[in-house]
């Protein structure tokens, strides 16, 4: 059997179902928003669109694919770096009161990595052990502007964006981005990742890298719109970055190991914590509790999952969709919602034997909360003191 | 010229799936994919010169819209792909480690090795679906095949 026939009969197998028939298709298009994706069946679609190639007339800055390792300089910032708090202003929302607790779990970085004509530089990071935030500048090497009228600022985004320790990638993780311009006097525009349920115990570094591939631009895509392939490719290349994340423990364990019945079904909870930053959940199957993610899932958008803070106010930790916008200086939008399902068996590193299935959830909030001023988690009828 | 819808999605429909799985790596998020394939196929008011060209556009935008929904970062309500692999009737063990081992693979090299042995393009055909350089397709198509160990072997490329 030659190579492509070995190939064949192994991808052979991918096959949609016989019904799937022209009517059908048309019928389910045109009974959606036209041109929009549904939600079904609480499937999400986040923001986020990938359209690749150059259209004609566009500078496009190439270099090869290859490891920043190999090519690229890194520099440090001279002279005094910005306070964190004062980098996350507007993507936390950070008040008088908040600032101390965020110098407390951020920190300025300050480091720029130049490839390809453009320039990063990770301005700061806002950690504790099981979530991240990293806030980056990024400009032209020749420092002129993007241009916004053909590169909107909240446009933003990477083809790829990996975190690894070492050279491992790090997943399952949740994550979101957000782009948008601080200061639309300078030639940089600001990009924000949001990273969650990443623990502290997995790596023993007290850094990660963050592996950003194919910078573009997403205008000519809204929500609804069918998309276009050959837009957006702004700078080619990959620009792996060096990110510090030893994390001062701030969060909260509520639950650890303990089986929860819901509604007459009972549910290994793994682990449940919340922190400054955002909150996880992870669910796990044992010999006796068979886990279903499809069912579990469903169940929990169903019922009520929210953060009951002291003064009475709720947030939704399973919301999803509504995005959060501010005007001075730029636009940026971010999903509330940072939502991830994913069964996986994780081995540990340098042993065979696979964890039982899990399911993980995790998310950031939309604003740093101090643990002190949060109530309980409810998860359907239950409620759990955030002690 | 536009095909005929029916004989379209009938002939190129397991095609746009296999392609996009590649990158969603999830059996619903492809199917969305393919249908929205379909649908754009059906509205645009691009004319096609030939059946060829109808199939690599359709490839393209489906790649790209698969792309798309993985930028997502986050599923619900995902059969995961471990999952799914147990229903899949592989004919034999070995097509089954192949599969498993490309699927294993960074998406930019699946993507590329997919085209070239599944579609059976050229190195050529690829650059231009993929909107990159040959010498790119070249790269991928090398890296890719190394980390599957040889599995497959080097081929001439045109």
């Known amino acids: ?387 | 010229m536009k095909m005929d819808m029916d004989i379209l999605v009938k002939k190129y429909k397991n095609h746009l799936y296999a392609a996009a799985f590649q990158i969603c790596k999830n059996a619903a998020d492809a199917e969305d994919v393919v249908q929205e394939t379909f649908f754009a196929y059906y509205m645009t008011e691009k004319s096609f010169e030939s059946e060829e060209h109808s199939k690599a556009w359709l490839l393209r935008t489906a790649i790209n819209k698969a792309k798309n929904v993985n930028r997502a970062f986050w599923r619900r309500n995902r059969v995961p792909f471990e999952e799914y692999m147990t229903e899949l009737p592989f004919e034999t063990a070995d097509a089954e480690e192949l599969f498993e081992d490309v699927m294993r693979l960074p998406e930019k090299y699946r993507i590329v090795i997919h085209l070239f042995y599944y579609e059976e393009y050229s190195v050529r055909e690829i650059a231009k679906l993929l909107e990159v350089s040959e010498g790119n397709v070249k790269v991928r198509l090398t890296r890719g095949r190394k980390l599957l160990k040889n599995r497959l072997m080097e081929d001439d490329y045109e």
């Open chain 1, 1 to 387: 059997m030659n190579n492509r026939e070995k190939y064949k009969q192994a991808f052979s197998v991918l096959r949609v179902s016989d019904e799937m028939t022209w009517e059908q298709i048309k019928e389910y298009c045109e009974n959606s928003e036209k041109g929009k994706r549904t939600k079904r069946e609480g499937n999400f679609f986040g923001e986020g669109r990938t359209i690749f190639g150059m259209r004609a007339g566009v500078a496009v800055l190439c270099g090869c694919l290859v490891l920043l390792l190999t090519g690229g300089t890194i520099a440090y910032a001279a002279g005094a770096l910005k306070p964190v708090a004062e980098l996350f202003a507007k993507v936390f929302q950070i008040s008088e009161q908040e600032k101390g607790l965020v110098e407390k779990i951020g920190e300025p970085v300050g480091t720029t990595v130049t490839y390809a004509g453009l320039k990063i530089t990770t301005d700061g990071v806002i950690r504790d052990t099981e979530h991240l935030a990293v806030i980056f500048s990024i400009e032209r090497e020749d420092g002129k502007p993007f241009d916004p009228g053909k590169y909107p600022a909240d446009k933003w985004s990477f083809h790829s964006i990996e975190l690894q320790d070492g050279n491992v990638n790090m997943t399952p993780y949740a994550g979101s981005y957000l782009s948008y311009d601080e200061n639309p006097e300078d030639a940089a525009i600001q990009f924000v990742l949001f990273f969650s349920d990443i623990r502290q115990e997995w790596y023993d570094t007290n850094k990660v890298w963050i592996c950003l591939e194919d910078f573009q631009n997403y205008k000519g895509y809204d929500d609804g719109v069918l998309m276009e392939p050959g837009v957006g490719l702004y700078a080619e290349g990959l620009w792996r970055i060096e990110v510090p994340v030893k994390a001062k423990d701030t969060s909260v364990t509520i639950l650890e190991n303990e089986v929860l019945e819901l509604e007459g079904k009972e549910v290994q909870i793994e682990r449940l914590s919340v922190s400054p930053i955002g909150f996880s959940l992870t669910v796990a199957e044992t010999d006796k509790i068979k886990l279903s993610t499809t069912e579990f899932s469903a169940w929990l958008e169903k019922h009520d999952f929210s953060l009951e803070l002291e003064n009475g106010e709720r947030i939704s930790l399973s919301d999803s969709a509504d995005a959060v916008s501010w005007d001075e200086g730029g636009k940026g939008r971010r999903k509330k919602n940072s939502f991830v399902d994913s069964i996986m068996k994780r081995g540990v590193t340098g042993d065979e034997k696979e964890e039982m299935p899990k399911a993980q959830y995790a998310g950031t909030f939309e604003r740093i909360i101090e643990p002190g001023d949060m109530k309980s988690v409810h998860i359907g009828e239950l409620e759990l003191p955030v002690k």
